[in-house]
């Protein structure tokens, strides 16, 4: 266990529906990214946030991708209007970055979604 | 694109050490080594990371050439439970905002 934790585990939900990803840093880490990982493949980056700021999203993040960190702290991944294709395990990490030094990931469990 | 090369699977016989080879020949200065393991169904696992030295900690050891194009993860002792996905990644910290960059990595596979 490193510290991160990730709700829900699992969820499936029926192409078109809204699904919400909750993940929970550890305490005093100041930055948040979020992963996702197809059958087969590595993890590919999503966003990352440093605080409240996300500086840096990448192309794989559609329209219907939004991720937030409102205070900080927890994050949000939401995915509207879902599609077989989201179907992936969704991981978050977590870091402490500080000024002239290297940070390091730890990476919560995940979440696995299941789009039928 | 991930910038490293790493064989796709190795075995390797349970108490022995597992040496897993990553090639990084563009890697520039700045530049980090990471080494992440993933076992099946669960989030990537950090193991040991370096710029330039030999580090080790203790999980694993890991040996960087002199020119860094390639480095060596050293398992010393395998058990089944090291059984994993290995990944080798570099990291630039300036200019990517420290984003990990995953390839494919090395199955790795300790068998009794």
């Known amino acids: 266990d490193t510290g991160v934790s990730q709700d829900p585990r699992h969820k499936i939900t029926k192409r078109g529906q809204n699904v919400t990803f909750r993940c929970d840093p550890i305490?005093?880490?100041?930055?948040l990214y979020w992963y996702r990982q197809t059958l087969g493949q590595g993890p590919e980056f999503l966003t990352y946030?440093?605080?409240?700021?996300?500086?840096?999203k990448s192309r794989l993040l559609s329209d219907r991708f939004s991720a937030e960190r409102p205070k900080g702290s927890f994050s949000t991944l939401e995915i509207q209007r879902t599609e077989q294709g989201d179907s992936a395990m969704y991981l978050c990490?977590?870091?402490?970055?500080?000024?002239?030094?290297?940070?390091?990931?730890?990476f919560g469990p995940g979440t696995r979604l299941t789009v039928l | 694109d991930a910038k490293t090369t790493q064989p796709p699977s190795m075995d390797c016989a349970e108490g022995r050490a597992a040496n897993l080879p990553c090639n990084h020949s563009t890697i520039s200065g700045n530049e980090y080594v990471y080494w992440y393991r993933q076992i099946h169904s669960q989030g990537p696992q950090y193991i040991i990371h370096g710029l330039k030295n030999n580090e080790t900690n203790e999980m694993a050891s890991l040996i960087i050439t002199e020119d860094r194009k390639s480095s060596t993860l050293i398992l010393p002792h395998a058990t089944l439970r090291d059984t994993a996905v290995y990944y080798c990644i570099v990291r630039d910290l300036y200019n990517q905002g420290g984003k990990l960059i995953f390839g494919q990595g090395t199955e790795l596979s300790v068998k009794p």
């Open positions: 946030f440093q605080n409240e700021a996300q500086l840096e």
């Open positions: 305490s005093e880490h100041n930055r």
């Open positions: 990490a977590s870091s402490l970055a500080w000024r002239g030094g290297t940070d390091t990931q730890y």
